[in-house]
């Protein structure tokens, strides 16, 4: 594994504002799933493709975490991990987190919840990436700042890409890590059931989303 690592260095950034903010956010995403419908009815082909291609990118989502996380699993902030897919941009888990969330508006059939749940999910993370980055630069000092300056903060660049013969990775992380992107995949059995709900009238629709 190649990385920087120093003793001394600034508080980390506390993650719990974040996770109120993400857990509200999904709350939201709940209602709007429970009371609302897709302008594309259930069933018919348009519907059909928006939800394969979310169900393939909440997959992606899934998949790309467990790779991350093989990673940075037990070292984030306390080694500058460079390679594997933090070598093609410096927050491969914000990213796939977000195609994630991103794919579960599809899944829904709604290119508009799509939209809306990604760029949440996008602000968010840009919020805390920014915060991350203060305390890495102050943390690795220009180490980080070399690293920063050939990689994207966000999207991949794939033509960067470099990896290493062979590192170490922790299971805990990796198991909690499995355990949440869980979640992501189960709301498709979830949306599913809301939508034979809805087609059986058994939950009212508030209104339409495009």
Not at 54 to 78: E, T
Not at 162 to 181: K, V, Y
Not at 184 to 202: K, N, Q
Request: glycine share 8%.
């Amino acid at each position: 594994m190649a990385y920087t690592s120093l003793k001394s260095a600034p508080k980390a950034f506390d993650q719990h504002k974040r996770l109120i903010v993400v857990q509200v956010a999904a709350v939201l995403a709940v209602i709007l799933l429970l009371f609302s419908k897709p302008a594309l009815a259930e069933g018919s082909d348009g519907h059909e493709v928006l939800e394969t291609i979310g169900f393939a990118m909440v997959l992606i989502c899934f998949l790309g975490r467990l790779w991350s996380i093989l990673f940075v699993g037990g070292r984030k902030n306390d080694e500058l991990i460079v390679s594997g897919p933090f070598s093609m941009t410096r927050n491969p888990l914000y990213f796939f987190s977000t195609v994630g969330t991103a794919g579960i508006g599809l899944m829904f059939g709604s290119v508009l919840a799509a939209v809306m749940l990604g760029l949440a999910s996008f602000l968010v993370f840009r919020f805390t990436a920014r915060k991350e980055a203060e305390y890495l630069a102050g943390k690795f000092g220009a180490a980080y700042a070399a690293y920063a300056e050939r990689t994207p903060s966000f999207w991949p660049n794939p033509l960067l890409y470099r990896d290493e013969a062979q590192w170490l990775f922790s299971t805990g992380a990796l198991r909690n890590t499995f355990r949440d992107g869980l979640y992501f995949l189960a709301l498709f059995p979830v949306i599913e059931a809301v939508e034979y709900l809805r087609l059986s009238g058994d939950l009212p629709t508030l209104f339409t989303v495009y």
